[in-house]
């Protein structure tokens, strides 16, 4: 089976600013990413992955338990608005802390 006619390949076009120089707001990129510019899209894509998870980490602390496998090994440490440690994140799992860790920080 074969066909007669040769298809070329689609020429990749620079993604154009729709203005260029124009700072936009997050509600006016949101509108033009729903009309489908590709700079829009982009846009929403790089800020999506940079700033909305907000629960991600730093795993700037290092783990306080000294009965964890991964004891002295970055984490983020998780407190509530009291001021308690809630948490131990090590980024893809985390603990409770140790009942001696948790009154240290009480």
Request: hydrophobic share 30%; net charge negative; aromatic share 8%.
């Amino acid at each position: 089976m074969s066909t007669s006619e040769v298809r070329e390949p689609a020429v990749a076009r620079p993604v154009r600013h729709p203005e260029s120089g124009r700072r936009y707001s997050l509600e006016e990129l949101e509108a033009l990413a729903a009309e489908g510019d590709p700079w829009a899209l982009g846009k929403m894509d790089e800020w999506d992955l940079s700033f909305s998870d907000e629960y991600k980490g730093s795993l700037t602390d290092r783990c306080p338990d000294p009965g964890c496998d991964q004891y002295g090994e970055p984490v983020t440490l998780c407190y509530g608005e009291d001021g308690e440690l809630l948490d131990v994140d090590h980024g893809g799992w985390g603990h409770p802390p140790a009942a001696e860790i948790q009154a240290k920080a009480s």
